[in-house]
């Protein structure tokens, strides 16, 4: 079966307003002279054709809004967890450059940096930078990655890492900007 087309079912429903609309303008006309109140036709008209137009646009235009509106949802979801992904980058390298600057160096330079100082160093990072993490960071983390603590881990040894092999910290923000 063909589908209508949408100027089919206008017509196919004015057709529908006429055979109504006429008969029920002639009822309690006894005269032989038959006086049309024109203005009257016009309106039962418009409003068998209104009806049938709405019925039409609403089966377009409804399934296009929830379109768009998927759309839109599905680029708001995405933009925060771009933006939540950005600030736990940037809370991970505020608290290895912190936790460098103010802990790790000072026992480079006195030589006491072992193996125990190591994981005391790891563990203000990742301290710190848990608290940095704000509730969009964390939501996108568990959106993408299943959880905060495996990829805050993995992501500060990756940044203490690329700190021991000279890269700046100024470096691996512009690296963090370029994927983002």
């Not at 049309?36 to 009806?51: A, K």
């Not at 771009?82 to 006195?110: C, H, I, M, P, W």
Request: with cysteine.
């Amino acid at each position: 079966m063909k589908k209508f087309r949408p100027l089919a079912v206008f017509f196919l429903a004015l057709l529908t307003a006429c055979i109504i609309v006429i008969p029920a303008l002639a009822e309690g006309e006894a005269s032989d002279t038959f006086n049309w109140n024109w203005t009257e036709v016009l309106s039962y008209l418009l409003y068998g054709v209104l009806t049938v137009v709405s019925a039409i646009v609403t089966k377009y235009v409804v399934p296009w809004l929830k379109t768009v509106t998927a759309e839109k949802t599905a680029k708001i979801k995405n933009d925060k967890i771009r933006t939540g992904l950005d600030e736990a980058l940037d809370a991970v390298l505020t608290a290895v450059t912190f936790t460098n600057q103010t802990y790790v160096e000072s026992l480079k330079n006195k030589n006491i940096f072992d193996a125990e100082a190591q994981k005391t160093a790891f563990t203000k990072s990742w301290c710190m930078a848990e608290a940095l993490l704000t509730e969009t960071a964390k939501n996108a983390l568990v959106a993408i990655y299943g959880g905060v603590d495996g990829w805050l881990t993995a992501k500060i040894e990756q940044t203490t890492h690329d700190v021991k092999k000279g890269h700046s910290i100024v470096e691996m923000t512009s690296a963090v900007g370029a994927n983002g």
